[in-house]
């Protein structure tokens, strides 16, 4: 079936909810339990009979003549709701399932049991939708297979891939652990101005805006670095900060050109200090975030080794940096076929893209 021919199928079933005198977008619902806490206490829950509401999005409705079996879904998980001609009436039991499609947010209302096959279930005896979808969720088992569309409409993404979800709240833990981890140690969280006259902290292209009042262009910050350090000379001995940053140059599906930076200034300590504070940083938001400093294949507990860069850099090329100039770093290059160096970038820079 066509979009467009989907759509106005919905639309007519709208229309329908209207004409029953109920709102298909009310303003508020009664929810009385998320669906995480129901399935942990669905025994006490269950025994003692009382009616209880839960809301979320239809993922899934089968029907058997007079009775259908709904799945609901929340953001803390999903439940099998049980609705039937006798409990709730002709005239409700039909309007619901004339009126219903997969996607739609529904308020359900009744009392729990167990079927005969042990699922949990509720027992459907009122209910309200929420919000009627006029368009159809993305293929179940295929979703969306296009990169560039996933990333487009990040919402569809996240409605259909539980693992994308489930790294948007990694990554709301993560920061959480990181301001605890700063706070803890006494740091004190700024923010700082996205606009500047001229960019800094970074070798980076900036974004151009212009200030009507001042009829100035100004910048979008590339980095968080020379407000941070004007507050160290301001007084202040710890300091960080977490915000947006905007570099306008290449961006694939790893690199966005707005980020999020995390950048921090401590006085009167040295780099031996940073990277001390870095290892516990890592450690303590690691352990927050997964439970434990084994994950993904990777041990993070334990002392971790300090390598001295010049050190490693003549050790994998021969190159003493103590003595070396950019010819003779240069020369090394071609010698050894190293790919990917532009060789007419400042020294510090090949040094970086050789290292």
Not at 100 to 126: R, V
Not at 305 to 329: H, M, Q, S, W
Request: with cysteine; net charge negative.
């Amino acid at each position: 079936m066509a979009l467009e021919e989907i759509r106005n199928n919905r639309i007519k079933k709208l229309e329908k909810i209207r004409e029953a005198g109920q709102n298909p977008y009310p303003a508020e619902s009664k929810r009385t339990h998320k669906i995480s806490e129901v399935v942990l206490d669905f025994e006490n829950l269950a025994r003692e009979n009382k009616e209880i509401t839960l809301t979320g999005r239809v993922r899934l409705s089968r029907g058997h003549g007079g009775s259908a079996f709904l799945r609901l879904e929340d953001e803390s998980g999903n439940f099998q709701i049980f609705s039937k001609r006798d409990e709730l009436g002709e005239k409700e039991y039909k309007l619901l399932h004339d009126v219903l499609d997969i996607g739609d947010f529904l308020e359900a209302s009744g009392t729990l049991f167990l079927t005969q096959k042990g699922e949990k279930t509720l027992l459907l005896k009122s209910y309200k939708i929420l919000s009627k979808t006029l368009l159809p969720l993305p293929d179940k088992w295929h979703g969306l297979s296009d990169t560039e569309e996933r990333f487009r409409k990040r919402y569809l993404d996240l409605i259909m891939n539980e693992e994308a979800r489930e790294i948007f709240r990694k990554r709301g833990l993560f920061l959480m652990s990181i301001r605890e981890f700063f706070k803890d140690n006494n740091f004190l969280e700024v923010e700082t101005p996205v606009l500047e006259d001229v960019p800094g902290g970074a070798d980076a292209e900036p974004f151009i805006t212009h200030h009507n009042v001042l009829d100035k262009d100004f910048y979008l910050r590339i980095s968080l670095e020379l407000h941070l350090k004007r507050l160290i000379v301001g007084g202040y001995e710890n300091v960080f900060e977490i915000g947006k940053v905007f570099r306008n140059e290449g961006m694939d599906t790893e690199h966005l050109q707005e980020f999020t930076m995390l950048e921090f200034y401590s006085a009167y300590k040295d780099y031996n200090w940073v990277m001390d504070f870095c290892e516990k940083m890592y450690k303590y938001s690691i352990k927050n975030v997964f439970g434990s400093l084994q994950t993904g294949g990777l041990d993070f507990s334990g002392a971790w080794p300090r390598i001295d860069y010049f050190e490693i850099f003549y050790e994998k090329t021969g190159v003493d940096l103590n003595i070396a100039n950019k010819e003779l770093l240069c020369k090394k290059v071609r010698e050894m076929n190293i790919p990917n160096i532009d060789l007419n970038a400042g020294f510090g820079r090949v040094i970086d893209q050789v290292y």
